[in-house]
């Protein structure tokens, strides 16, 4: 009998080892994507404005863009990965827990798809011009020079990057809550 409760506890901190890793992993590709839509939302799209020519701020800021993707892109894979990981080795939860928990997934399933949507918007967008030189006065804003193709696709990127930054930051303000749940009574949250 103490043989199988020995048993018991192994498996079960080796789930815990493997959920505090997957939500170690979820937390910091949430943290790659949402970091870097920030300073490219309020740094990078805003300060273009220093550059001349329209063409130029519409290759620089596609440029960036494109290469952070590639980041952002496996950032949200990894922190995905992570949670199914998580929940499968996760420990048992009440039902309000279960809720935020199910809330963020569906916020993060929201980011996921927005941020896809702004992955085929923008090679659509620089494809439409040579040498991804789209028009912009900023990168908020499209340059007077814009088709009406563009434009949309140019408004179409920007709410989508609005929308995928406001669910990851429901997804962190869920995370946190379910995170605070978990923690018993005499413990605080670890910085």
Same mark, same amino acid.
């Given at each position: 009998?103490?043989?199988? @409760?020995?048993?018991? *506890?192994?498996?079960?901190? &080796?789930?815990? #080892?493997?959920?505090?890793c997957a939500a170690i992993v979820r937390r910091l590709g949430i943290a790659a994507v949402f970091g870097g839509m920030l300073f490219g939302k309020v740094g990078l799209d805003?300060?273009?404005?220093?550059?001349? /020519?329209?063409?130029?701020? +519409?290759?620089?800021?596609?440029?960036?863009?494109?290469?952070?993707?590639?980041?952002? =892109?496996? +950032?949200?894979?990894?922190?995905?990965?992570?949670?199914?990981?998580?929940?499968?080795? +996760?420990?048992?939860?009440?039902?309000?827990?279960?809720?935020? @928990?199910?809330? =963020?997934?569906?916020?993060?399933?929201?980011? @996921?798809?927005?941020? =896809? #949507? &702004?992955?085929?918007?923008?090679?659509?967008?620089?494809?439409? %011009?040579?040498?991804?030189?789209?028009?912009?006065?900023? +990168? #908020?804003?499209?340059?007077?020079?814009? &088709?009406?193709?563009? @434009?949309?696709?140019?408004?179409?990127?920007?709410?989508?990057?609005?929308?995928?930054? =406001? %669910?990851?930051?429901?997804?962190?303000?869920?995370?946190?809550?379910? /995170?605070? /749940?978990?923690?018993?009574? &005499? *413990?605080?949250?670890?910085?």
């Open positions: 009998m103490a043989h199988e @409760s020995l048993e018991r *506890q192994a498996i079960r901190r &080796n789930k815990d #080892l493997q959920a505090t805003p300060a273009v404005v220093v550059i001349k /020519r329209q063409d130029e701020r +519409g290759r620089l800021v596609s440029r960036v863009w494109k290469r952070w993707t590639l980041l952002g =892109a496996a +950032g949200m894979a990894a922190a995905g990965m992570a949670r199914w990981t998580e929940k499968c080795a +996760g420990p048992d939860v009440d039902r309000h827990t279960q809720r935020l @928990s199910f809330a =963020a997934d569906i916020l993060f399933g929201i980011a @996921s798809l927005t941020g =896809a #949507l &702004n992955v085929v918007c923008g090679v659509l967008l620089t494809r439409t %011009a040579r040498g991804d030189g789209v028009p912009l006065e900023t +990168g #908020l804003r499209p340059g007077s020079a814009v &088709n009406r193709r563009q @434009s949309y696709l140019h408004r179409t990127i920007l709410a989508g990057g609005w929308t995928q930054l =406001a %669910a990851l930051t429901g997804v962190l303000a869920l995370e946190a809550a379910v /995170r605070q /749940r978990q923690l018993p009574l &005499n *413990q605080s949250c670890p910085a």
